[in-house]
Structures are given as C-alpha cells and as structure tokens.
C-alpha cells in the first residue's frame, strides 16, 4: 500500500498547467521546488501580481488548471484575484501564506480556494494538495480543455512590436509588417497604435480617424466585436488601423482595459500587430499567451543593447509569449560590435537583420507611403517575415542563366 505522501501514478500521468504568482522571489523558488515530484505538466512563474484582476483572472482560467497564488505580498488583491479566478469553479486555486490568518483562510475558502498552505512548504504537502486538486479535476467534465482548445483556434495572433528605447523603428516596422500581412498575404489584419499619448503610425500611413486606441479603452466595459468594428479605419491596402489620439490627451488606463481590447481584436482578425513602443510594462506583457509573439526591437548601441538585456530578462518566462529579437538599421560593414557580441549581450540568437535604408524610411514618414510599395531591401525583409508568420515557404528565385548569344 503506498503512503499518503507518494503520488497515484492515475494522477501523475495527467498533465497539468500550473500558474505560480508571487512577487516574492525566494517564496515562488520555494513552490517551484515543492513541485518537483509532480513532474508531468508546465509550470509558469509571474514575478508579479498581473494588474486587472476581472480580464487576467478570464486569461488564467482559460489557460491554467491550477494557479498557486502568495497571498503575504498583497492580501487584498491576492483575494480579489482568487474571487475572480474561482468564479466559475473551473479552476483550481492553492493558496500559502507565511502568517496563517484564520479569518484569512475563511475569506480564502470563501473566495473558492482549494487549499491554504502555510510556509515553508513541503514537497510533501504540495504533493497531497495536487493530488486532492488532481482527483477533483477528475471529477469534473473535460468541457474545459474542450473549451479552452475551440477557443485557442478562434483567436488570431498577436504581433507586439515593442523596444527598450525610443527611436528604435518600431512603428516604422509594425505598420510596414501590417501593409504586408494585408495586401501580400491577403490576411485580415489590425494595427493597434498603444505607443501613447504620440504615436505616429497613423502618420505614416497617410490615414486619418475621428476615433482612436483612446476612444476603446476609455469604453472598454462596453466593448465588443461591433463597437471595435466602428472605431478602425481601413487603409487602401487593406489593412485596418486603431491610431493613436491625434491630439495629446491623458492615456492612464487600468490594465483590464488594455487586455480586453487584445482580447476582443484577436477575435475577430487574424492578425492583430500592436505598436507598443517603448512605454510598454514588461509586467503586462508576461500576461500574454503563448500564443502571442513579442518582437523586440533594437539597434546596435551600447545604450540599446543595455537596455534590450534588461527587458528581455523579464520577458523570456517560460510557457509565456515567444520573443524574437529584431536589430533595426543593421549594417555589418559600419558596426564596431561584432554580431557575436550582440548575441551575448541579448542572451539569445538574432531571429531579424533589417537593414538600414534612411531614404525609403524618411520616404515613407513623409508621404505616408508604405515601404512595401517599392522594392527596395527593407521591404524584401519585412516581406519575409509576413512569410514566416503566415507559415509559408519563401519561393527560390531563378538563377539567370548565361548564353554565349
């Protein structure tokens, strides 16, 4: 008979998708630890608390079976975010704490938690916590991974263009991405401008609004496929654009207004690329699906690279969105970093060379005309990402063959 530590073989051959959240760095390492035994499933770490706990709490229910939350570093919100995950009792909450409240626990239990574990905490007592959780999701109907699978296959993808310092050419590439996604590739695509309060991809493709990114999130309790449909704009290569404010206005807005937002645009595009420039939290970009790809944008630079290393230090989380790193007006010739140190200095491989080409560039801000619309060497790279995102195989071109006549 085994012991009431050992884990049934029953439970430890279902693969399980386990969210850690704590800001606490040595107490997250401590629950990492104590699920070493249960080693069939994915774990996610979140070095912090997601901000928005309504639209995050729909994100983690959806994508996790269960979430191991710290409650000693916010206990007010950690109990929000507990209510708004368990509020449909698909998903399974485990709760630990250094300082057992019991009026905490009784809030906890009441919020639907599963389990309340105090620290430090075993491998032994996670064991039997999962496997309480494990049987219980037995019980339950596979109506959610069902759900989860229709709903996974009805989302479009998310194309984050973001960089660590101004200046880098993220807008320049994210609408040069979205004109050939849209008129090359004939997918139906949406251009989100977060780069607030100024963006300018608007400006670059020579299009005007009434409305903007502003006017959606600032009606986010009320938005939905139709409202989003009102708000955009078509450009003529068929690419559907939500701009920037053309006037500055106050762009503070909660984090369930910027997720909702994604949530309803990849719904109804296949392709939704976000202008996120330079302002975008590292914190909020980890809430990202796997499903998601966030294309760092850099230069060659001591300062670029420097900072580059940092974000990308936050946001390369495992089981999170894939990042691909993109080195903007590259010019081998002209460098004093060799492409080995780049390497280093980003802790990961170059997916993306574009080169550098001032006049198409300034050509393009000044005329609002795509680069796309010429051939020249940026366009034939950013042609070639739309062909790798799209899953397509680039076509070799011809040899010409040299006659004596």
């Known amino acids: 008979m085994s012991s009431s530590n050992e884990i049934p073989d029953s439970l430890t051959s279902m693969p399980l998708t386990i969210a850690v959240i704590s800001p606490d760095a040595y107490h997250r390492d401590e629950v990492i630890a104590s699920l070493a035994r249960f080693s069939n499933g994915t774990i996610r770490e979140f070095i912090s608390y997601p901000a928005g706990a309504g639209v995050v709490a729909q994100a983690l229910r959806q994508d996790f079976d269960v979430v191991i939350i710290d409650l000693d570093s916010d206990p007010d919100y950690a109990l929000e975010l507990v209510e708004n995950i368990c509020i449909d009792g698909s998903t399974n909450v485990i709760v630990y704490s250094s300082t057992p409240d019991p009026a905490m626990m009784l809030n906890c239990m009441r919020a639907g938690a599963r389990e309340f574990l105090p620290i ?108 989003l449909a009102s ?108 492409e080995w140190q780049i390497k280093k200095a980003l802790t990961q491989p170059i997916q993306w060379k574009i080169p550098n080409d001032y006049a198409a560039v300034r050509k393009m801000q000044n005329l609002g005309t795509p680069l796309n619309r010429e051939d020249s060497q940026i366009a034939r790279s950013i042609r070639q990402m739309g062909e790798t995102i799209c899953g397509l195989t680039p076509i070799p071109k011809k040899k010409k063959r040299l006659g004596f006549f």
């Open 120 to 227: 430090p905490i075993s491998a032994e007592a996670m064991s039997e916590a999962l496997v309480r959780v494990s049987a219980r999701r037995l019980e339950m109907p596979v109506q959610k991974s069902v759900k989860r699978n229709m709903m996974q296959e009805s989302k479009g993808k998310l194309l984050m263009f973001m960089s660590a310092k101004g200046g880098a050419g993220v807008t320049t590439l994210a609408c040069s991405l979205g004109v050939s996604l849209a008129q090359e590739f004939n997918q139906r695509t949406l251009l989100i401008d977060m780069c607030l309060p100024l963006g300018d991809a608007a400006l670059n493709l020579g299009v005007t609004s009434e409305y903007s990114s502003v006017s959606a999130l600032q009606n986010f309790h009320r938005l939905d496929g139709s409202l």
């Open 231 to 338: 708000l955009v704009v078509r450009h003529d290569s068929g690419l559907y654009i939500l701009p920037a404010p053309s006037e500055l206005t106050a762009t503070r807005f909660e984090n369930d207004a910027v997720f909702k937002l994604l949530r309803i645009a990849r719904q109804e595009f296949d392709y939704v690329v976000v202008d996120a420039g330079s302002r975008f939290d590292a914190h909020d970009a980890v809430m990202l699906d796997n499903s998601a790809t966030i294309f760092m944008v850099t230069q060659i630079g001591i300062p670029e690279l420097r900072n580059s290393n940092r974000l990308i230090k936050q946001l390369v989380i495992d089981g999170g969105p894939k990042v691909e790193i993109i080195v903007n007006r590259f010019d081998s010739e002209s460098s004093d970093i060799e």
